[in-house]
């Protein structure tokens, strides 16, 4: 392979011997390798690379001068990042020790031979870049490392500790040096959901499990209390071997917390449905029990009284003159009248047939009255005859119909309606609909709109379900299930 691919700059040549710089300079030639400069002593040489950046220093060990090549490639490597490769004439291990801990790229006995050269050089080019790769990316995993906000410790296969982060000397309460070369149970305990200390075992099988492994865990170091973190150990593995640890120990303190309070919210929350919901049905109940209450007392006193009225109206009229019976005849017209009015404000307050009678003679009554006012074909169908049902029940079931006929007629501009019930030995089933205009979910959200409300909220006393479904131009339907244990 060509150099020029590999070398940006040349070679600096630093030799004090005239005839080996010739040879060498040949050689190098010869390779296809630029020689930037040739330099006869150490002291020019560290200048040099400064101004010269090359690619690749040979550097003869013997100089002229107070600085020997030794000494040049030291100054060099201390400050530059170049690969230095030694020339020699003489093969003494002395020298060579020296040249060794240096940190060389190796060295070529003189006269130079032109191709121990070639691969000497190729070898120094090829290390150099391989080491600096490695420096880069160490440079990455540990500013990475440095910069993460949860603990990270990396350990060897025995679980030593070789390295600590920043935020893990903080948790730790430690020193860099304090760390190295201790264990992890040294340094803090690690315990798993069940308190049970782990310290010991929590390397042991991770290089069996697939990558890596993540639970919840808590550690302690010196504190009364334990920390709660999701601990995430990673097998570091080269070539099917495993060579380490690296051990992330993120804080969840913050998150616990909050799913402390999220759990408090979500009982509070239930508790206060529950209050709601009794709340509820104890209005409702109130509601219906005053209802009956003001019907029994404007259909007993108020309506008794004014068919006593009529009754001594009556009496009157047969001893009374002419010109007087014209009065007393529209006195008795407008009893009636009232009587009548009485009669319904009492049922509309609380159908009495639905106490004395049943669900399904209160539905017919109130199928037609909506019929009669609102010109509405309205098709009852009801299985069986008859329905056995606890009477508070049977007064929900028949609210639910009622407003359902009220929203019918108020807001779906229907020309039919269906109402359906249904008593079988499990449950109570009730539908209701229309082939009216139907509506959005959207109008459900209206703080004055409380009849759908109220009608899932009786379903809802007796655990049934209930559901409307509607979508504008297609009518409305309501279905409620109840289930009925009254036969059990
Ligand atoms: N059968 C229906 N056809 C068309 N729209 C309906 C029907 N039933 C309900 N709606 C729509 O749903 C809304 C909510 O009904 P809901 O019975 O809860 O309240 P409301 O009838 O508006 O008021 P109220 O509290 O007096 O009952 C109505 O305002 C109406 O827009
Ligand atoms: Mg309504």
Redesign the pocket.
């Known amino acids: 392979m060509s150099y020029s691919a590999k070398l940006t700059n040349g070679v600096l040549i630093v030799e004090d011997d005239p005839d080996s710089a010739f040879l060498l300079e040949h050689r190098l030639k010869k390779l296809d390798i630029p020689v930037l400069e040739v330099i006869a002593t150490g002291e020019m040489a560290v200048a040099r690379v400064y101004d010269l950046s090359p690619d690749l220093v040979l550097m003869d060990i013997q100089l002229q001068g107070d600085m020997d090549g030794i000494e040049a490639a030291k100054k060099i490597t201390r400050q530059f990042d170049v690969p230095i490769i030694f020339l020699t004439a003489h093969s003494d291990r002395q020298t060579l020790d020296r040249a060794a801990v240096s940190g060389h790229y190796g060295y070529i006995l003189k006269p130079v031979d032109s191709r121990q050269l070639d691969v000497s050089i190729q070898v120094a080019l090829k290390q150099h870049h391989l080491e600096q790769e490695l420096a880069i990316s160490r440079a990455w995993f540990q500013e990475t490392i440095y910069g993460i906000a949860d603990m990270v410790i990396t350990t060897d296969t025995d679980g030593i500790i070789d390295y600590v982060n920043p935020a893990g000397l903080e948790v730790l309460q430690r020193d860099r040096k304090d760390v190295f070369g201790r264990k992890l149970g040294e340094l803090m305990s690690i315990k798993d959901k069940h308190a049970a200390d782990i310290s010991g075992q929590i390397l042991e099988g991770a290089a069996d499990s697939a990558l890596y492994r993540r639970d919840e865990h808590y550690i302690n170091v010196n504190d009364p209390t334990d920390i709660p973190v999701d601990l995430t150990v990673i097998p570091i593995i080269t070539r099917r071997n495993l060579v380490g640890w690296v051990l992330f120990f993120h804080d969840i303190t913050q998150r616990k917390q909050y799913e402390q309070d999220l759990v408090r919210a979500r009982d509070d929350l239930n508790a206060y449905k529950t209050e709601l919901q009794h709340l509820s049905d104890h209005l409702r109940s109130v509601q219906e029990k005053e209802r009956g209450n003001i019907s029994r007392e404007i259909h007993d006193e108020i309506a008794q009284n004014l068919a006593r009225i009529r009754m001594d109206i009556q009496n009157v009229k047969k001893k009374c003159e002419e010109e007087e019976l014209q009065t007393l005849n529209n006195a008795s017209e407008l009893v009636d009248e009232t009587i009548q009015s009485v009669r319904r404000i009492a049922t509309e307050l609380r159908p009495r047939i639905l106490d004395d009678v049943g669900l399904i003679a209160a539905v017919q009554w109130q199928v037609n009255q909506s019929r009669a006012r609102d010109e509405l074909d309205i098709e009852l169908s009801y299985e069986p005859e008859e329905f056995s049902l606890e009477h508070e029940m049977a007064v929900d079931i028949f609210r639910i119909v009622q ?2 006929l ?3 007629t ?3 501009d ?1 020309s039919t309606a269906r109402i359906k019930l249904q008593q079988t030995d499990r449950e109570v089933i009730v539908s209701i609909a ?1 082939n ?4 959005e979910k959207d ?2 959200q ?1 703080a ?8 899932r909220e009786r379903a809802r006393r007796w655990n049934g379900n209930f559901s ?1 479904s ?1 979508s504008p131009g297609k ?2 339907r309501i279905d409620v299930a109840i289930p009925d244990l009254s036969h059990h």
């Open positions: 407003e359902s009220h929203n019918v108020k807001h779906a229907a229309d009216g205009n139907g509506f109008a459900l209206s004055s709109s409380l009849g759908i409300v109220g009608m409307v509607s009518g409305t």
